[in-house]
């Protein structure tokens, strides 16, 4: 299980998150990346964690003002990036050309969506991985694979019949190595969270909690 912990715009110190990531990945050997705000990708990076942007544009260089190049987030320690996350969907053409904005940038990629039909969708654009995410349980205290594990099997079926080759990660609510256990459980091959950790009193132990259900 793959766990990415997007920082989204919360007012968490980014480094101090960083540093819990790396440290909580390295004694337990799980797979964590932090997803700050792009202009904190450098220095999170320099912490060691594995770094992700949170969007990329799907254009190249040129006269792009206010973009998100991808290969400037590569070239700053970005290893991967989200797209068409719920709180900044795209239209499908860009969806498609940030894929392909990322590919070129050698980023890994994990695009968003709200439930298994745009998951159908989003594997067929080709990227690493989808990552399925009911609007109406971001940021709230209920895990997706408590209130919605249908939502998940369906995302997990749904990208298998499309191309078996794409993860399926979901996300909303996932706070506690229960949730991370139950989201695996139903076919999940990793989960986005956030506010579970950027919102936490203790960063640290909430990373630390998420591994337990590894
Ligand atoms: O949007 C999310 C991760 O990208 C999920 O947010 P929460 O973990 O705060 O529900």
């Not at 006269?63 to 998100?68: A, N, V």
């Not at 991967?80 to 969806?95: P, V, W, Y």
């Not at 408590?146 to 078996?164: K, L, W």
């Not at 203790?202 to 590894?214: I, N, S």
Request: aromatic share 2%; charged share 20%; net charge negative.
């Amino acid at each position: 299980m793959f766990i990415l912990v997007n920082l989204k715009a919360y007012p968490c110190d980014p480094i101090e998150v960083a540093t819990a990531a790396r440290d909580v990945a390295e004694a337990s050997g799980a797979r964590i990346a932090v997803s700050p705000q792009a202009a904190d990708i450098a220095r999170v990076a320099d912490t060691g964690v594995e770094t992700w942007a949170q969007h990329v544009s799907p254009n190249a260089h040129g006269s792009h003002t206010g973009s998100t190049l991808a290969e400037a987030v590569a070239d700053n320690g970005a290893e991967g990036t989200l797209i068409n996350h719920s709180e900044n969907r795209l239209k499908l053409a860009d969806i498609d050309g940030s894929v392909r904005a990322a590919e070129r940038a050698d980023l890994e990629t994990i695009v968003c969506a709200n439930n298994p039909a745009q998951v159908g969708a989003a594997a067929a654009l080709g990227p690493d991985a989808v990552a399925v995410e009911p609007p109406e349980l971001i940021g709230g205290d209920v895990s997706v694979s408590t209130a919605d594990p249908g939502i998940v099997e369906d995302a997990v079926a749904a990208a298998d019949a499309v191309d078996p080759d794409v993860d399926v990660f979901c996300g909303a609510g996932v706070s506690t190595g229960d949730d991370v256990a139950a989201a695996g459980d139903l076919g999940a091959s990793g989960i986005l969270l956030a506010s579970g950790v950027a919102k936490a009193d203790d960063p640290r132990a909430a990373l630390e909690d998420l591994v337990t259900g590894l």
